[in-house]
Structure formats: structure tokens, C-alpha cells
């Protein structure tokens, strides 16, 4: 017999705030949401009243490659399993994996770990594919990542990277001026992948010639690529001059201004701007020294930095994102919600049955405080996390 929940409170959806609301799941399936005075069906005997606080759909992160201690790069089976856990705790109930630039061997290494252990299962937030952050970037706009690992995007490594993943990649981020790039940009959307482009010194020529080729997203805006001018526009100036095409945000007010964060979701909206945490191993584990990619990070405060004060990732975590863009960027709620859930789910292609809390769909389930802390998770109708009072 399958099991039958409801939660009650205010609920995120149809993109408002539904005070008095509820929603009830039926095993892994919201079967209604709405005002709980128009549900006329049977009341589960398994209420969760929710007080000061919001019911909203679970969060996916399309750009984190660790928490916790842990990072997609370790390529262990327990390493992904804690990293699912983990995340739940930050009420994200759907990620992409992702690596880092390194040597094709680490890569590989990873790559069928992930394959693998999606076959098995994991315990948590489940992951929804792979997004392959490098080797094939810009040396100037490496940002954190090695640059001796640094590859062009010959088309054979390509094809044998996306073979080796057993079809779970789903975003590849890559420069687009880089010499062969615009083929394997071609070669990859022609089979489904989204081509962000990131870590990238292009011109805006150079975009607007790599969105023609394939490309469909930009990574982490702002970050790590050539900036907006008035004379030249480079990347930043073709993610928002491409209205259709989505782009990531780091909202922790240090990647990005909260002034610039606002003014990137008034010109993209939050139908075509994803949050993204870009989370690495020292997310959720408080300040010290941390390895990323065989290069030591130094956690003080909100930051993680290498020894040369570049910023290595984040310890951002998805809720205190939808938090930032409410209280730093003055986002409407609903709004912000959407950026970390059905946003996400449209990139990713998930839009029928991910990302909303609508019947019919899968019932991925987050219980907010008034502080934008995680009270509790769902993955498929089942609770995977609750905080101890």
C-alpha cells in the first residue's frame, strides 16, 4: 500500500504564496496543491503542520562539485553517497555532478563512478546527470582549476569522455575561442548536451558565433569570463543579450554584487537564470585549509580562496542562494524559489515532472524556516531529512 502525506502551511506555488496551503502526496507523487479549504479528498493521517515557514518544490543544483569533505573528483561511490546525504540538508533533492579540470585518467575515474553509482542508487538527492566543468577552458580564465590540465577540445577526447559517462552528461562547460571548440560544441548539442560557455575569454563575436554553433547557457555569470563594456561586450554582455538562453548565478554576494545579482535577474527573469551553489568539499564544514584538485584552499568567513587569493568555488549551499536573492536582491519569493527548482528543471529538461509542486509530479519537497534553514526534505514522497529541534 503506498503511503499518503500532507504537509499544511504556505505553500510556493503557481508562483505565489499560498497561505493556509497543502499538499499531499500519494508514495512518490503530489496528487494535490492548493488552498487546504478546496481539498475534498480523505486527509491523510500524516499531517506536517508547517509554522513560520514555507513548503516549497526541492532544489537542484546544476553546478556543485562537493560538500561536506567530500567532491565529485574523489571518484568513490562513498564519497557521492555522503555528498548525497549532505545535500539534503540544504534541501537539494536533484544535482548534476560535477568535475573539475584534470588529467583524462581522474576524469575517467570519475566519470564512471558517477555512471555507476546512479545504477546503484544513492541515498539522497539523486543525481540527475554529470556537468563536465573543464579541461577544456580558457588558461587565462581558469579561474581555480590546474592549468597544466588545461586540454583543447579535440574532438576524439570528446567523444570518448561522453562515451565513458554512459550517456549522463548533460552540461559541458567549455571556451568557445578555444582552437576545434566551435566543432565539439556542434558535435555535443547535436546529442542532447547543454554547451555552457564558461571560463572563456571570448569576445562577444566569439559568443554570439558559439551560441550559433550550439551553445545554450553560461556558467556562474560574471565569473571567470571577459566582462561587459559598452564598447565591447564579451560574455557577459552576450548571456544577457541571448534572452533565451540561461545562465547560472553564484548568489552568496561575494562572486557577485547583490546590486549585479539583481540586475542580471531583472534582465534574464528567473525563468532563464539558475542559481547555482559551485559548492566544493569545505561547503557545510566551516573555516580551515581544504584541497581542491590538489590545490589547497583556505576557508575564512564566507570564502574560500587559493594562496593567491582567487576564488576557488564556494561553500555556498542552494537555500541561503534562494535566502540571498529574497534579503540582498530584494527578489520576490516565489521568484527566487523558481530559480532553484523549476528553472533548473527546464535547463535540464525535467520541466514534466520536476521542479514544481503541481499534481502529477514527483514529490520532491522542501520545508523552509523563516531564516531560509531546511526543517525538513523529500525525495520522491519519501522524508530523507529532518532537523533535530
Not at 587559493?306 to 555556498?316: R, V, Y
Request: charged share 20%; with cysteine.
Amino acid at each position: 500500500m503506498r503511503q499518503t502525506i500532507a504537509l499544511k502551511g504556505t505553500v510556493i506555488a503557481f508562483g505565489r504564496e499560498i497561505e493556509n496551503g497543502l499538499v499531499v502526496v500519494e508514495g512518490k507523487t503530489i496528487q494535490f496543491v492548493g488552498p487546504a479549504d478546496s481539498y475534498t479528498g480523505d486527509m491523510p493521517e500524516q499531517v506536517m503542520e508547517v509554522k513560520d515557514g514555507w513548503i516549497t518544490p526541492g532544489f537542484i543544483d546544476i553546478h556543485m562539485h562537493g560538500i561536506d569533505g567530500h567532491d565529485t573528483m574523489d571518484g568513490t561511490p562513498e564519497s557521492l553517497q555522503a555528498i548525497s546525504r549532505a545535500l539534503t540538508r540544504f534541501g537539494v533533492t536533484t544535482f548534476l555532478a560535477t568535475t573539475m579540470t584534470a588529467p583524462y585518467s581522474q576524469l575517467e575515474t570519475a566519470l564512471q563512478n558517477i555512471a555507476q553509482s546512479n545504477r546503484e542508487g544513492m541515498p539522497g538527492a539523486q543525481v540527475a546527470g554529470i556537468h563536465l566543468e573543464g579541461p577544456w577552458i580558457n588558461p587565462r580564465y581558469k579561474g581555480a582549476q590546474k592549468e597544466e590540465n588545461i586540454m583543447p577540445p579535440k574532438l576524439d577526447a570528446v567523444r570518448h569522455l561522453y562515451e565513458l559517462a554512459d550517456g549522463l552528461i548533460k552540461v559541458v562547460t567549455i571556451a568557445p575561442e578555444q582552437p576545434e571548440a566551435l566543432e565539439a560544441i556542434a558535435w555535443l548539442e547535436e546529442r542532447g548536451v547543454i554547451v555552457s560557455a564558461g571560463h572563456t575569454g571570448a569576445t562577444f563575436a566569439q559568443a554570439a558565433e558559439a551560441v550559433e554553433a550550439g551553445v545554450r547557457h553560461f556558467t556562474h555569470c560574471f565569473n571567470a569570463m571577459t566582462g561587459l563594456h559598452h564598447r565591447e561586450p564579451g560574455v557577459v554582455g552576450a548571456a544577457m543579450y541571448h534572452e533565451q538562453l540561461s545562465t547560472e548565478l553564484i548568489a552568496d554576494g561575494i562572486h557577485v554584487h547583490p546590486a549585479v545579482m539583481s540586475i542580471l535577474y531583472r534582465i534574464k527573469t528567473a525563468g532563464r537564470l539558475a542559481l547555482v551553489s559551485d559548492s566544493m568539499r569545505a561547503a557545510a564544514m566551516g573555516e580551515g585549509t581544504y584541497d581542491l584538485g590538489g590545490q589547497e584552499v583556505q576557508v575564512l568567513g564566507a570564502e574560500a580562496k587559493l594562496a593567491d587569493g582567487t576564488l576557488a568555488g564556494s561553500i555556498l549551499t542552494l537555500n541561503r542562494a534562494v535566502g540571498n536573492m529574497v534579503t540582498l536582491s530584494g527578489v520576490p519569493l516565489p521568484e527566487a524559489v523558481e530559480m532553484a527548482s523549476q528553472t533548473p528543471a527546464a535547463i535540464l529538461g525535467l520541466a514534466e515532472h520536476k521542479g514544481r509542486l503541481a499534481v502529477g509530479f514527483d514529490a520532491d519537497i522542501v520545508v523552509l524556516d523563516k531564516t531560509f534553514e531546511v526543517k525538513s526534505t523529500f525525495v520522491s514522497g519519501k522524508e530523507v531529512y529532518r532537523r533535530e529541534k
